[in-house]
Every structure is written in C-alpha cells, then in structure tokens.
C-alpha cells in the first residue's frame, strides 16, 4: 500500500495539526528533514497508531490517513482508541496486514543504530533476520523450570509459622490495650472540650462579624439606590459623551445646512433631473440637422437667384416688343409651327453666314496680262534657259532644273486653280522635256524663244542666264496670284448662287412666320440677324424658365425640411425648459448652456447625496451618542440630566466603596466562619453569656489534657513495643503473597510451556521457507548499498557473514566497521520486510538510520533506496534532521525523490510555530558542567530566554534539568533542544534518563506547565499591525491605521485595545459593533485575548500547587522556588518586550 495522505490532529507532543498531502507523497521516496521538534517521530508514531493501534494507546490521538493499493483506495481515520477502516469510500475490515509483532520490521530508527557498537550486535543480526523478532530471546523467556516453584514453597511455611507465634502474642497486648481504654474516653471527652473552645471561640467571633455587619449595613442603607453602579469616572464619561453628542449634532447641522443649499441650488437651475447624454446628443443632431437644411435653403435660394438671372438675361434677348408670356404660352401646334421656323430658320441662317463668311474671304480679280501670256512668257524664258548657248552637254543641268522646278510648280498651281490649268501645265512639262532633249541633239534655240517672249507682249528681260532667271521666278509668282484669283472668281459664283437659293427657301418660310408674327405681335425674323438671336433668346428663355421652376421648388422643399428641423430641435429646448429660438447659433448656445447646466445639475445631485449621506451619518451618530448617553443615566439609576445628583454621589462614593467592601470583607469572613462550623453555627441563638461560659470550660479541660496525654504516652508506649515485636499483620500478609505466588508459578508454567512449544514451530518454519529469500534479498540490498563490492551469507549456526566480492573472504560480524553495521542492519530488515512479512506491503520508515554513516555511504545507499523503489514498487520514508544528509540521498534523480522540509511544511500551515523555535541542534557534544552552578551552565550553553507566548513544550530542557546537570547533558548530546522533544523520546527511548531522572523530570515538567498556564490566564500575545491586517480580523483598510496606533499606544495589549474601542476613542468612533465582536473573536482564537481576570501571583501558585505531579511530587519549598523563578523570568520577558 502507497502512502498519499496523513494528517496528525492529535497527537502527543503535537500542539497543532499538519498533514503530509499528495504533493509531499507523490513519488515512492520521500527524504522528510527538519530539526528536533518539528515532528519526525511523530509521523512515525502517527503511521503506526493506524496501522497497529494496539502499538500505540491512548485517547489523545486522532490520525487520518489515506493508501492506494492497485485500483483500490483505502481511508483510515482513529479517534481515541477508535479506529474506523473505509475501502473506495465504503465502511470496511482493515487490510491485510503484517501482523503487529512484525512492526519493527518496517522500521528502522536511530537507536537500533547507535546499539550497533555493543556486544550483542550478532544478537540484532539475528533479530534483523526475523525482521526484529530474537528468537533465542523469546525461548530464554519462555523456558520454565520446576526449581522456580521451591522458593516460594519455603517461604510459605515459614510464614505460617510466625504467623501462629503472632497470633498468641496478639491475645496478651489485649489486656493492657483495655487498661488505657478508660484514659482515653476521658482524652477524648478533654480533646471534645477544646474542639469546643475552638469553636466557641469561631461562634464569638462570627457574632462580632454578625452585629459589625449589621452597622455596617446600616451606614449604607443611608446611602441613595444605585451607588454599587458608579465607579467613579462618571463625571468625565458624562462630560465626554456630552461632547460626543454636541460633536455629533453639530455635524449633523452642518450637514442639513449643506444639504439645503444644495437643494436650492438645485432648484435654481430649472432642471428636474439631468438630461441624459442621449437626449443632449439628439439635441445636437437636430441642431446639426437644422444648420444641414438652413445651408441648403441658402444654396437652393442661390440657384434660384441664378435661374431667375438667367431667365431675365433669356427675355431681354428676345425680340423687342414680344413678351416672354406670350413665348412661353404658345399653343401646342403653334409652339411646333414656331420651333420648326426657328430651327429651319437658324438652320438656313447658319448656312447663310457660313457662305457669306466664305465668300467675303474669296479675293478679288485685278488688272494686269491674262494667265495665257503669263503662261507663254514663262514657258519661252524656260525653254531659253534650258537651251545651251553653244552645243555642249554641260549645259544640260541648269535646264532640267528649271524644268522640274517650273513642273512642281504648275503642278501645284493646277491643283489648287483647276484641272484645266494642271493639263496644261502637264503639257508644258512635257514640251520641255522634248525641248531639252533636242537641245542637246540641235544647235542652240534661244533666238526663237527670245522671239516668242518678245510676242506675249510683256517687257524684255537682259538676255544673260541670271536675269532670265529673276525674271522666271517674277513670272510664275505673278503666274500662280492669277491662277488663285481666276479660281477665287469661280468659287464666288458658286456661293452666290447656294445664296439665292437660301434666299428662295426663306420665302417658303413667309406663311409660317406671318402666323407666328400674328401671335407674337412681332417678326421675329424681319432680319436675317434677328432671326437667329430670336431662335436663341427662345430657347435661353425656355431653358431658363424650366431651372426657374426647379429651383423655386427645391427652395420650397428646402424650407419645408429647415422648417421641421427648427421645430424638433426647438421643441427639444422647449420640452427641457429653455426658451425657443429661431436662429442657428441661439439654438447652439441654448444647447451648451443646458449641458452646462445638466452637468452643473448633476454634480449637485452627486454632492447632495454625499450630503444626505453624511447626514444620515451625522444621524445615527446623534441617536448613538444618545443612546449611550441615555445608556449612561439609566446604568446610575438616574434621571437624565441630574448633574447635581450625579455629583453628589460621586462625591460620597468613596465612603460608601469603603463601606461596601468592609461589608463584603465581613459578610466573607462570616461565610467562611459558617461553612466551618456547619450546623454548629446554629449555637448563635445561646447567646454570648452562654458562649463566654462555655469558652471558660474548655480552658479548663485543656490543662486535663496535658495530664491525660502523658499517661496515655506512657500505655501507648508498652502497647507499641509488643506489637513492634508481634508483627502479625505482615506474616499474614506473607502468607497471601506467598500463596500468590505459587498460583503465578502455576500459570507462568502452563503459559512457558505451551508458548515454548509454538516459538519452536514458528521458528522452525521460517528457517526453512522464508530465511533463504530474506538472505538472498539481503545479499542483494547490501550489493546495492556497498556498489558490488559486498553481500550476505548465511551460516548454518543461524548467524550471518558479510562477504567480500573482492577477496572472497567472509567477515565475521565484529570484523565490521559501524557504517558496515548499519548497511547490513538496514539490508536485512528491509530484505524480511520484503520476504517473511505476509499481507499489504506497507511503508517502509527510517528515522535518522544513517546518522553514524560517511557521507559515501550515505550517497550508495540513497542509490539503492531509489533502485528499490523503482524495481520493487515499494514506499520508502527517510526521516533525518541533518540537511546535508538530502542532497547526499537525493543525488542527481531530483525528479524521482520527494523532499519535504517538515518545520517550513509546519509554519505554513499552523501560522505559529516559527523557525528560531526549531532549533537546530549543535553538531558538538554539550561541555561538562563540573561543578558550575546552573546559571553559569545555562549561561555557557547560551540558553535562549523565555518566550512567555510560545508552547511551553518549546522550552529549552535547562528550564526543566537546572538542578540535575549531568542529565542535562546527556539529554543535549542526545540533540534534544525542548521539553516536548524530550517527552517525545523518552517514550521511545526512556533509558536516556535513568528512573529517577525520568521521574523528576516529568514533575519538574508539571511545574513549568502549570506555571505557563496560570501566568496565561487573562494574559494573550502581543498585538500589532499584522494581526490586525489578517483577513478574518474583521479590521477594514479604513481602520487598520487608526487601530495600529491604538495598539502602539497601548503596547500590543488586546484587552485595553478592545476598551479604546467601547470608550469610543475617536481613532475608532465609527468601528462597528459587530466588526468589534468579530475582532474579539478572532483575538480570543489566536491567543492575543483572554478575558479572564489575570491571576495574581498567589492565586497561580495554588494552581501549581494543587497539580497532578504523578510518581514524585518535590518539596513544596522546592516547588516555591522554582515557581517564583519561572514566574520571574516570564514577567522579564514581558518587560523586555514592553507588552
């Protein structure tokens, strides 16, 4: 079974619970460290008082722990000796498991260790292979023999023989026991006398208290009803609370007046409630709206203002005399009659101005030689050019030249004047190409052309190449001019007549334009100007009318929108009580003035409920300092407002306390007289003469005494020395206790022998089935432990050796060093645990059983703990208090082994126990104390001081052994470093401390307990700002300050803390009532309050006194002493802390 959960809420030596939950147990190996105290041996003690409870009795116990074996999980919880078993969450029978007699094997603990050096190390060897059971052991015990039963035989026959000799000696001392018989009934009747006279004497006494407590009595019924209530403060609780209740009434006017004059500043700024910002958005909106519409309107207004420009520009271009009405109020056909003139009109008038701009371009004919002798000149100076003065080729060039020059350009010519002109001007060209030709071939021509020029009738030009050729060029420029003209004159007359044909179809317009000029009024065509700019005007005229009319009704439209604009953002202003507005920009600052007012009006609101809050504040502090000062009267039984009876009172109320507590010192005194006279008290009724005669009655019976005890010494003293020599009382007591024991003799040999019979069975069978597993797997574990290097082997005289792999040599068991010894303890015990116990295999513990170990040692067998774990699946917890014994068992496998570390487990979850109360034990032995006195040995040990508030299972064992030093020494070189951790071992280990050592110490034990519980009482722990600031001390971030200076003030004291409190301290005017009972609560439960009254030092020392100290009980000058010294040094601690 795996270990997953145990939580100790009871145990001994345990003062406030802690668990060990899945993330501490989640592997199989688990490395617990921490100093003495923290708990180590407790959670051993805890996992076996579930386990095995008959291992571990008692009532203050109560453990729960939780196993997982397989798929099944198992629950056990043990209250007391109750101990409840529960499988997958249902009640069951406990597992199975080992038997408690094989406890030990599961356990490996320091002790069985530091036993390792003695003589009988071969003896625990044995033990170890029976899993810690000694079988020689149990047969030595188990062994009867008949010679046990010869002594007591003996014994008894001797008894009965002094018993019979007693017997008759016992008749003799009969006699003289007679004789004093009479003495004593008269010593008697003498001693009842003077127990008379004590009484007597107590009956006067209480007569006395009786009739003083009747003047007494008496003197205060003088004294006005309700004086037991005062206790002298009155007056300044009566002036405080009054300033209280003035205090709280002044606030309360000032904050009615605030919240007035807000009301009327409300009220001023017209507004119910504040607009929401929705509404105030929407304002804007159809503000924005308004303004979108008016910039419409202007636009739209504009582009009437435009069409109407335009339509006025469109009348007067028409005709004058027409009127645009009457234009636009055509009838349909006459309408169609007048758009077909004006578009015919204006389409002939078009043409009209085209041709007659044509034909005023065309240029006109001039005076001078006609084209034809233009054209024979030109010709005869190109021939002349071309032909060569004499017959030579050379001559040639120039000619062709001037031919192709004279060919482009009558060619040019023909084209733009006629094709009758290109023909000819084709002709020419090829005349000259002839001529040029022949010239070549012929003698030279030029006289003939000379000739032919000389017949066109123009001048002559010098007959040389150069002027022929100037006056060449100046023909055929004049020569093209009369070409364009002539062809000028021909296009003129095709315009002319295309005009007089336009002119024809303009008459055919006549009937149409006399209709129109019959309904217009005019004629709208008189001109051909006037025609077209009537066509035009009319339709500007038609075309502006239309965007007229557009426009017109944009602008109607637009102010329709502009209109509904106004009127919603202005019925918006209206409805929040603003004044209505017709412009753009009253609207914008009517609607930022109501923002500034809603927002205005807003924070009014906010402020005034601040007001009424603080009002109402103000309020109930006024009733509560009322109520208390009412509270206050009605405490003293007085009416409200009776200063001068209070004062009076107060006055007289010294007298009357000391009055009262002369009557409560004598009605105390008087009560304490009649519960020791009892019913004798009822002899008041006698009277005092009577009293006084008794009381003279028993002084003389005293001096009969005296007389009656010296004769009564002298029989007493005769009769004594018989019996001295009788003792027949113990001979019959030896004869019973002789008869006792032969019956035990009797049973013991029933009991040997049978029990003799069964150990050898058992023993027989484990040697032969489970001791050569347990040695083989103990070889194995030692292997793991020693890396290889040793086993185990098995003997056939039942013990062991430790073999050495590399010298095949066996060691015997004292060959071994200690380390060795703990190796092969720790592989054996493990190895029967593993083989020889039957049922759940359960957690394997070793408490601090490697503490003699090098740290080498240590590392292999941290190694081999791990192997085990992995390879046999078995739960290992190694509980050890040396730190550095972690990382030596850890090694490198951080992931495979849990490490707790049990004191930080312990202060996280008790919030108590700090980390300088777990002290870390010193690695050297304690010095000797010689001869040292105990505060010069308490001195060199550097003993810490008291902590008045710790356990007291936390003390430093000094506190507890001052007066047995050596024992002291013993029990720190043991590191123990507290008392708890001391009763811890003890239990474990109670040969650390011999019998009388152990039993002073546990009543020394008593007296430090007994004295840390009276000092206690009504005393709590120091207060300060982290308590205050715990998140169940009912103290909010509002009052942590004020409280944490309260508490300064009064040195961390929780009592006088809660009654600055009550008194209403100003710092803390406002805490609650219940945030104060919750605070009390949760001081009560933390030890800082107690509300006891504190013990004085008397009463505390009759607590110690009366205290159960078992066995021994000290001297009670011893116990005096000691307590006064302890009582001391808390009162010192407190003092240093100046609690």
């Not at 119910?272 to 924005?288: C, F, M, V």
């Not at 004049?478 to 004159?489: H, I, K, N, T």
């Not at 003792?727 to 029933?750: D, N």
Request: glycine share 6%.
């Amino acid at each position: 079974m795996k270990l997953t959960r145990l939580r100790i809420a009871r145990l001994p030596g345990i003062d406030a619970p802690f668990e060990l939950g899945p993330r501490e147990l989640a592997r199989a190996l688990h490395v617990v460290h921490g100093p003495n105290e923290s708990g180590k041996s407790s959670l051993v003690r805890a996992l076996r008082a579930v386990l095995w409870p008959e291992l571990l009795r008692g009532e203050q116990i109560e453990v729960e722990a939780r196993f997982v074996a397989g798929a099944t999980e198992w629950f056990v919880r043990r209250d007391g000796s109750r101990v409840a078993w529960q499988r997958d969450g249902a009640p069951s029978q406990p597992p199975d498991l080992p038997p408690a007699e094989l406890a030990s094997s599961f356990l490996v603990t320091i002790e069985d260790v530091t036993r390792l050096d003695g003589d009988d190390f071969a003896a625990r060897i044995r033990s170890a292979l029976a899993g810690g059971v000694d079988f020689e052991e149990l047969a030595k015990r188990w062994k009867w023999s008949p010679q046990a039963a010869a002594a007591p035989e003996s014994r008894l026959r001797n008894a009965r023989n002094r018993l019979r000799e007693a017997e008759e000696e016992l008749a003799k001392l009969d006699e003289q026991a007679r004789e004093s018989s009479s003495l004593e009934g008269e010593l008697a009747h003498c001693k009842a006398l003077q127990a008379d006279a004590r009484v007597v004497d107590e009956l006067l006494e209480l007569l006395d208290l009786e009739e003083e407590l009747l003047r007494v009595r008496a003197r205060l019924e003088a004294y006005p009803d309700g004086m037991e209530l005062l206790q002298g403060n009155e007056a300044a609780r009566r002036s405080k609370l009054e300033g209280e209740l003035q205090a709280a009434q002044g606030d309360l006017r000032s904050a009615a007046d605030e919240v007035q004059a807000l009301s009327k500043h409300i009220a001023a700024f017209g507004l119910d409630t504040p607009i929401p910002e929705s509404e105030l958005a929407t304002l804007d909106e159809r503000i924005q709206v308004w303004a979108e519409r008016e910039k419409e309107l202007d636009s739209a207004r504009r582009e009437l203002e435009q069409a109407e420009a335009r339509f006025g520009d469109a009348a007067r271009r028409c005709p004058p005399g027409s009127k645009p009405e009457a234009l636009l109020a055509l009838e349909p056909p006459q309408a169609a009659k007048l758009d077909r003139l004006v578009r015919d009109a204006g389409r002939v008038e078009a043409e009209r101005i085209a041709l007659r701009s044509e034909l005023d371009r065309l240029p006109r004919s001039k005076a001078g030689p006609t084209l034809e002798r233009l054209m024979q000149a030109t010709v005869a100076l190109r021939a002349w050019l071309r032909e060569p003065e004499h017959q030579d080729r050379a001559g040639t060039g120039p000619t062709w030249v001037i031919v192709a020059a004279a060919s482009l350009g009558f060619v040019l010519a023909g084209v733009l004047s006629s094709p009758y002109y290109f023909a000819g001007a084709v002709v020419v060209i090829v005349l000259g190409l002839f001529h040029a030709r022949g010239v070549r071939a012929a003698p030279s021509s030029r006289p003939t052309f000379e000739r032919q020029f000389a017949n066109s009738g123009l001048p002559v030009p010098e007959w040389t190449p150069a002027a022929v050729q100037q006056r060449l060029s100046e023909l055929e420029s004049q020569s093209a001019e009369v070409r364009v003209l002539e062809s000028a004159d021909v296009r003129r007359g095709e315009l002319e007549r295309k005009l007089a044909d336009l002119v024809e179809e303009l008459r055919s317009f006549e009937s149409i334009r006399d209709e129109v000029r019959a309904a217009l009024g005019v004629d709208a065509l008189a001109t051909d100007f006037e025609l077209h700019g009537f066509a035009a005007a009319v339709t500007a005229l038609r075309s502006a009318h239309g965007d007229v009319r557009s426009a017109a009704a944009a602008v109607q439209r637009q102010e329709n929108e502009r209109t509904k604009a106004m009127e919603a953002a202005s019925s918006a202003l209206v409805r929040w009580r603003a004044s209505r507005v017709e412009r753009i920009p009253e609207a914008r600052g009517a609607s930022r003035e109501l923002r500034t007012r809603s927002s205005k009006l807003a924070e009014s609101l906010q402020a005034r409920d601040r007001a009424r809050t603080d009002e109402q504040r103000a309020q109930e502090d006024v009733d509560g300092a009322l109520a208390e000062l009412r509270r206050f009267w009605k405490g003293i039984v007085l009416e409200h407002g009776a200063d001068a009876e209070l004062n009076t009172r107060l006055g007289r109320l010294p007298e009357w306390k000391q009055l009262k507590a002369k009557e409560q010192q004598d009605r105390l005194a008087k009560t304490r007289l009649e519960q020791r006279l009892g019913e004798r008290a009822q002899e008041l009724r006698q009277g005092r003469g009577i009293l006084e005669q008794q009381k003279r009655e028993a002084g003389a019976a005293a001096d009969r005494t005296e007389k009656l005890i010296g004769e009564l010494k002298t029989v007493e003293e005769r009769l004594r020395s018989a019996r001295e020599a009788l003792h027949r009382e113990s001979a019959a007591a030896e004869v019973a206790s002789c008869r006792a024991a032969l019956g035990e003799q009797l049973s013991t040999a029933h009991r040997q022998r049978i029990g003799g019979m069964l150990l050898e069975e058992v023993k027989a069978e484990y040697e032969q089935r489970s001791q050569p597993a347990v040695l083989q797997r103990a070889s194995r574990n030692l292997e793991r432990f020693t890396h290889g290097r040793r086993g185990v082997r098995g003997e056939r005289s039942g013990g062991v050796r430790v073999l050495d792999h590399a010298s095949g040599r066996g060691l015997a068991l004292d060959e071994l060093s200690t380390g060795t010894r703990a190796q092969l303890l720790l592989a054996l015990r493990q190895a029967f645990a593993a083989e020889a116990a039957h049922g759940e295999r359960v957690p394997f513990v070793l408490d601090d059983a490697l503490a003699t170990s090098d740290p080498d040692r240590i590392r292999a067998v941290g190694d081999a703990l791990r192997a085990i774990t992995r390879e046999d699946g078995w739960q290992v917890l190694y509980l050890t208090t040396d730190a550095a014994d972690v990382g030596m068992l850890v090694g490198d496998d951080r992931e495979g082994v849990d490490v707790v570390d049990l004191a930080e487990l312990r202060v996280l979850e008790r919030g108590t126990l700090a980390r300088d109360r777990l002290v870390e034990p010193a690695s050297t032995p304690a010095p000797e104390p010689g001869d040292m006195s105990a505060e010069a040995y308490g001195e060199l040990l550097g003993v810490q001081a008291i902590d008045a508030f710790a356990p007291a299972s936390a003390l430093h064992p000094f506190y507890v052994l001052r007066d047995d030093r050596h024992a002291l020494k013993r029990v720190l070189d043991a590191r123990i470093a507290s008392v708890g951790g001391l009763e811890t071992l003890l239990e474990r280990r109670p040969d650390l401390l011999d019998s009388e050592a152990r039993t002073r110490f546990r009543a020394w034990s008593v007296v430090a307990r007994a004295t840390f519980a009276a000092w206690r009482v009504g005393r709590g722990a120091p207060v300060d700002r982290g308590v205050l600031a715990h998140p169940d001390s009912g103290v909010t971030e509002q009052f942590l300050d004020k409280l944490t200076e309260i508490t300064r003030d009064v040195r961390g004291d929780a009592r006088e803390l809660l009654k600055r409190i009550d008194d209403k301290d100003t710092r803390a005017s406002r805490f609650r009532a219940t945030s104060r009972q919750t605070l009390e609560q949760f001081l009560e439960a933390g030890g800082h309050y107690d509300p006891r009254t504190v013990l004085d030092r008397e009463e505390a020392w009759m607590r110690v006194l009366t205290s159960d100290f078992g066995e021994w009980r000290p001297a009670t000058a011893d116990l005096r002493a000691r307590f006064e010294w302890l009582w001391s040094l808390l009162e010192d601690c407190v003092s240093s802390r100046g609690v």
